[in-house]
């Protein structure tokens, strides 16, 4: 079940508002992860991301899944509950490459497979 502090806080504004600003939120992030993780990940840096993206997915799972209970007609903000979900995909996606990297083998083998080469 969902916890009912986040589910309260997501509450407070209409579901498009708040929907708005997660995706501004979102936006964030992936320019924090271009200035301050692609080149350089720092510990703190990462410990930092972890937490804020880990809420980020949550919110997004609770904001696709209200806004498909309640039928919510999102396109007026210019997105759609399918926007939020590919957004919410994303964000599990840069997750894994951040905090869950491929080991070096399967690197390797996906390099020579695609260019023929390590």
Not at 19 to 40: G, P, Y
Not at 57 to 72: N, V
């Amino acid at each position: 079940m969902l916890r009912e502090t986040r589910r309260a806080r997501l509450a407070e504004v209409p579901l498009s508002a708040e929907a708005a600003r997660w995706f501004e939120h979102c936006r964030i992030l992936r320019q924090f992860e271009n200035d301050r993780l692609l080149a350089n990940a720092a510990g703190e840096d990462l410990r930092a991301h972890r937490v804020i993206i880990a809420d980020l997915i949550a919110d997004g799972e609770i904001l696709s899944w209200e806004a498909r209970q309640s039928g919510a007609d999102l396109s007026k903000a210019g997105f759609t509950v399918q926007d939020i979900e590919a957004e919410t995909r994303l964000l599990r996606d840069n997750f894994k490459m951040f905090h869950e990297p491929m080991p070096a083998h399967e690197s390797e083998l996906i390099l020579k497979e695609a260019f023929g080469r390590p």
